[in-house]
């Protein structure tokens, strides 16, 4: 073990997978458990996705493709950023990646030297500092608080901004807290970045999964800005593709030259039965996105009226992807089963072993009096879990 790199002694391990393994392992033990732990749809993937996979198997389509991915996909993706988000590319702008993850990582690799700042934002996806360690850069965290949604503000932007600074990360609609940046928001954002040589980051995995007639505006709407912005996305969240494995991102052809290059060196392309299931979902049929995304938008109105009662507990309304991020603050330093809670990781950790519910604590995002629960559930579900968080802090 004392041979391990500086690199891997220097990253954490994921706590999200962590928590959920823990409440897999209880649930195989015979525990009931209701978990809010997932960052996945329970929806299946949909029936002409995995038609589009079965062909692609039976036809032969399960060799190496292009590193970058295969230009039907791509022009797929093309369709997709422009119907969807308002924002036009070329082919040699994009790249297909072994799901968002790699798209992130790879960009943080292609952009970053040592020593180099990439701002995140906090509360921030679990993945984004450790991606940015790993590339021997150094993340600079800023909190955002309740008051502001869990937004950063222009001020705090321009606070954090060193002339080391290369990247920043902007996730909307956000894991964990569910915020979304409207267009004034990234407008005034981007006004900081104005003359500045800094990226942007933007992953826009839950563009599809808002609320409340929002709409995510993305920083590459900003014609000016285009050029400093890595757009990334993929199939995962949007069409309940988690295990397929395709993500992909829009940039600059300089940036997606590189990724395409770190790629060929590391992965190669994705797996070339899910390209093509992927072609299927972008290009296909989409009211069932609509349609999901209705579905969770009941659940969250569900959630945020039922959290917000009990007492201790105060949620934020979020306005995309599918989890709410309340704080706990009002329940810290109080006792329950015989402990007395410091911190969201005693709370979570009291939830899963006394009352079999699976959350993850907010540490993990950077946002220690917080916890985050998944209502990728059905209501049924979410009605349990509930319950027992009224019977847990009663
Ligand atoms: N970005 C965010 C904000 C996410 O929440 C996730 C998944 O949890 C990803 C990227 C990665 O998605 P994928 O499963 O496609 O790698």
Redo the contacts with the bound molecule.
Sequence with gaps: ERFLSRRVRNMQESQTMKISGLAKKMQAEGKDIVSLSA?EPDFPTPENVCEAGIEAIRSGFTRYTANGGIPELKKAIIRKLSRDNGLEYVENEIIVSN???QT?ANTFLALCDEGDEVIVPAPY?VSFPEMARLAGATPVIVETSIETGYKMTPEQLAAAITPKTRILVL?SPS?PSGAVYNKAEVRALMKVLEGKEIFVLS?E?YDMICYGGVRPFSPARILEMKPWVIVSN?T?KSYSM?GWRI?YLAAPKWIIDACDKIQSQTTSNANSIAQKAAVAALDGDQSIVEERRAEFEKRRDFMFRELNTIPGIECTLPEGAFYIFPSIKGLLGKTFGGKVMKDSADIAEYLLKDHYVATVPGDAFGAPENLRLSYAASIEELTEAVNRMRKAFA
């Design positions: 960052g799901g968002g993850k992130l996806w996730n894991n992953d995995m993929g995962s988690t993500g």
